[in-house]
Structure formats: structure tokens, C-alpha cells
């Protein structure tokens, strides 16, 4: 009997003659492909084409986003915030307009009727504006639902009054008190609320628009930096120091990277100074046109109360104050026009600082001629046809920060507008150079590796 030697294991389904399995065909030609120059240089260029194709795509996406998104602020953000500050101005008008009206013992001035229609109009308008841009089942919804409702109840309030004062009968004044209430408790704040998350809409979606493309930017400085290796691999593999196809590929990557950080940038900047120089400073404005409004009423309502107005007394110190300040140099028209973007606004801002404090002093002589028992000179101080009357004096007040409000809310219209410009023909810029930079990569490469073959 012969010796046998150990056994050696064979795994299940080969057999102990059975060679090493070798790798697929097209992988082993695809590593030796790529170990050669012209494979090299065929994976450089398509690393080249991926970055270029999806840099372009990702940047004509941004573009496009971006530019739909300043519309969005000019056109629904922006006019949504226009309205609901018109709507808060209107009723608040409404509201001052009735009552210096109601002091004329029946005989009310057209130009003051007039104006309170107007007003109504005016409310109107911007709530059918506002009601249509706001969603369903936001708080915005709820708020346009409120004065929806008793709008209507308030203008029966002043008309009811209307006649009792026509009348003489003294139930007007509890009346037109109620309907003071009424703006003052329920739709004054529900406007306010409007226009509080306008104003916010409007900042969410201009910081939205003013956003960096970074990774677009990103992708098309990584194709530039792949065309610049190229370059530098194909000098040092064939000592030829320039490439056409690959300069001009270059030239279109860093085209393509200049004109997206510079529309951007540009975009950001008109942008900023919408807010800055725009809507920021129009919603100060507003702020202290609503409450010098609010004042005037108090103003006429403590007349109309008759020896019972002390609480519309103490408001209308109280927005005073909130407009000047303590000392009558402080307020919201000292922030005003501490923020006054240019010469037009602070000069307007510096006549409303200057009628207010005619205005205070006229105040305080209507009050000293009410406490005295003078109550008919009191009231031709208020709402008489005078130039030194406290309704003259509010006037110019108002005119002056209408005219502020107005000169800034252009001024946010434009620098809008120059957004949308600078990002204007920017998708169809990078259509083309993202095309310049992948056929100069193409060619360029193209001739090299030609020469291989």
C-alpha cells in the first residue's frame, strides 16, 4: 500500500484544477484603459463635462428661484403690506374724521364728510386687496373676518349719531362714542395685526430673495478649479504651455462664477436697501401718522364728551408722548428722523416735529378754553377754518409725513425693482457660458487626445 498525503480542502463547486476567477472583461479593460494617457485624459474631461453640466443646472435653478422670488416682494409681499398699512391708516382717519366732524352740532363741514367717505372707500379697497393675498386659515384670515364684520356695524354707529346730532339730541354723543369704541377696541387692533404679519411677510421673503447661491457658486468654482488642473496636468504631460479650448473653457468657469456673485450680490444689495431705506422707514412713518390720527380723535372726542372726556384726555397725552417724546424731542418722529434715508425725508420729518409741537401748544389752548367754560371758542380752535386751529396745524402734520411715507415707498419700489434687474438675462448668461465652458473643455481635450491615437 502505497502512503497518502494529506487532503486539501476544495470548495464546493470548483474543482482543485480550477483556476483563479479573474475579473470581468470590462472592468480589466476599463483599469488598463485608464492606466494610459488618453484614458487619463478622457476621465478628466468627463469629470470636467459632470461638474460643468451640473454646476450650470444647479445656477440656472438658483437664478430662476431667486428672480421669482423678487418679483414676489414687489409684486404680492410688497403691494400686501402696502394695503394693509392703507387699511390701518383709513380706519384710523375714519375714526378722527367722524369725531371733529361730529363737533359741528349737525352742520358738519363737506370737506370733512367727504373725507370720512373717502376713508370707508379707502378701507374698503385695501381690505378686498388684503383679503385675497392672505391664506385661509391663517390669523390674517381671522383679522380680515373681524373688521369684515363690523366694519358695516361701525358705520351704522356714525350714521345713527349723525342723525341724533343733526337732531340736537345729546344720544348722538353716546353713539358716536360707542363707535370710537368700537374702532379703537376691535378694528384698529385687528388692522394693526394685518399689517404687523404684511410687514413680517415682507422681510421673510425679501431675506428669502437676498440669499447667496452658494452651491451653485460652489460647484462652478470646482469646475474652474478641474479646468485649471487639466491645464496644469496636460503642460506637465506634453510641455505645451497653452490650450485654446481649455483657456476658453476657463474664461467661460470664471465668467460664470463672476456673474453669479456678482448678480447676487447686486440683488442683495438693492434688496437691503428697500428695507433700510424703503419699507423700514415707511413703517416708522406709518407708525407715527397712525398715532398722531389717533391723537386728533382723542382731541375731538374729549369736546365731544362734554366735561366726561378725561379718559380721551390721558390718550391723547399718551400718544402725544409716544410721538414726541416727554420732552417733545423724543418719539417716534426723532427716530424718524434719526433714520431718514435722504435730505427729502428728514426735511419732511423736521416740518412734522415742528407742526407737532404747534399743534401741543394749540392743544393746550383749546383745553384752557374748554376748562374756562368757553366751549364754542374751544371748538372753533379745533375744528374751525382758521390757519392757527388745531385741525390746520394736524393737517400739515399729516400732509408732511403722507408725503414722507409716499417719497419712501418709491424709493422701496425701486430698489426692488433694480433687484429684478440685476438678475435679469442672468439664466440665459449661464445657459451660454456653462455651453462655452464644456465645448472649450471638449475641443481642447479632444485634440490632445487625438494624438494618442
Avoid: C
Avoid at 478641474?226 to 490650450?243: D, E, F, K, S
Avoid at 402734520?397 to 442672468?426: C, P, Q, S, Y
Wanted: glycine share 10%; net charge neutral; hydrophobic share 45%.
Amino acid at each position: 500500500m502505497g502512503s497518502h498525503g494529506s487532503a486539501v480542502a476544495v470548495p464546493p463547486g470548483r474543482s482543485a484544477a480550477s483556476p483563479r476567477p479573474r475579473p470581468p472583461d470590462r472592468w480589466r479593460r476599463l483599469s488598463t484603459f485608464l492606466r494610459r494617457t488618453p484614458g487619463r485624459l478622457t476621465a478628466m474631461l468627463s469629470g470636467v463635462v459632470v461638474l460643468g453640466l451640473l454646476a450650470g443646472a444647479v445656477a440656472l435653478a438658483g437664478v430662476r428661484q431667486r428672480a421669482e422670488l423678487v418679483r414676489d416682494v414687489t409684486a404680492r409681499s410688497g403691494e400686501l403690506a402696502v394695503a394693509a398699512q392703507r387699511l390701518y391708516r383709513a380706519l384710523s382717519d375714519a375714526d378722527a374724521t367722524a369725531a371733529s366732524a361730529f363737533l359741528s352740532n349737525g352742520l358738519e363741514p363737506p370737506a370733512l364728510r367727504e373725507r370720512y367717505q373717502r376713508d370707508l372707500a379707502d378701507a374698503a379697497s385695501a381690505l378686498t386687496v388684503v383679503s385675497s393675498a392672505v391664506p385661509d386659515d391663517s390669523r390674517g384670515a381671522a383679522a380680515v373676518g373681524r373688521i369684515t364684520a363690523r366694519l358695516p356695524v361701525y358705520a351704522g354707529l356714525v350714521e345713527t349719531a349723525r342723525t341724533y346730532n343733526r337732531q340736537g339730541l345729546p344720544l348722538g354723543v353716546a353713539y358716536l362714542q360707542e363707535a370710537s369704541g368700537l374702532m379703537r377696541d376691535e378694528l384698529l387692533p385687528a388692522a394693526q395685526e394685518l399689517y404687523a404679519g404684511a410687514s413680517t411677510e415682507l422681510d421673510e421673503a425679501r431675506d428669502r430673495a437676498a440669499g447667496f447661491p452658494w452651491v451653485a457658486v460652489l460647484l462652478a468654482l470646482l469646475t474652474l478649479a478641474g479646468v485649471v488642473l487639466t491645464q496644469i496636468h496636460l503642460t506637465r504631460r506634453t510641455n505645451r504651455l497653452l490650450n485654446v479650448g481649455l483657456l476658453v473653457a476657463t474664461g467661460g468657469a470664471l465668467l460664470l462664477v463672476g456673474w453669479l456673485t456678482g448678480s447676487a450680490l447686486v440683488a442683495a444689495g438693492n434688496l437691503r436697501d428697500s428695507r433700510d431705506s424703503g419699507s423700514a422707514q415707511v413703517n416708522l412713518l406709518a407708525e407715527a401718522r397712525i398715532a398722531g390720527l389717533q391723537a386728533r380723535a382723542d382731541e375731538a372726542l374729549t369736546l365731544v364728551a362734554r366735561g366726561n372726556g378725561v379718559a380721551f384726555e390721558e390718550n391723547h397725552a399718551a400718544m402725544m408722548e409716544r410721538l414726541t417724546g416727554a420732552d417733545g424731542s423724543g418719539g417716534l418722529l426723532a427716530r424718524a428722523r434719526l433714520a431718514a434715508p435722504d435730505d427729502t425725508t428728514r426735511q419732511a420729518v423736521e416740518t412734522a416735529i415742528a407742526r407737532s409741537r404747534e399743534w401741543s401748544a394749540a392743544h393746550r389752548t383749546v383745553r384752557t378754553l374748554d376748562e374756562s367754560g368757553e366751549y364754542a371758542e374751544a371748538v372753533a380752535a379745533t375744528v374751525g377754518t382758521g390757519e392757527q386751529t388745531t385741525a390746520a396745524i394736524f393737517n400739515q402734520f399729516d400732509e408732511a409725513l403722507a408725503f414722507a411715507i409716499d417719497h419712501n415707498g418709491k424709493r422701496f419700489e425701486r430698489e426692488a425693482t433694480g433687484a429684478g434687474r440685476a438678475l435679469t438675462g442672468v439664466d440665459i448668461g449661464i445657459v451660454g457660458l456653462t455651453l462655452v465652458l464644456l465645448v472649450g473643455a471638449a475641443v481642447g481635450m479632444q485634440q490632445r487626445i487625438a494624438e494618442y491615437r
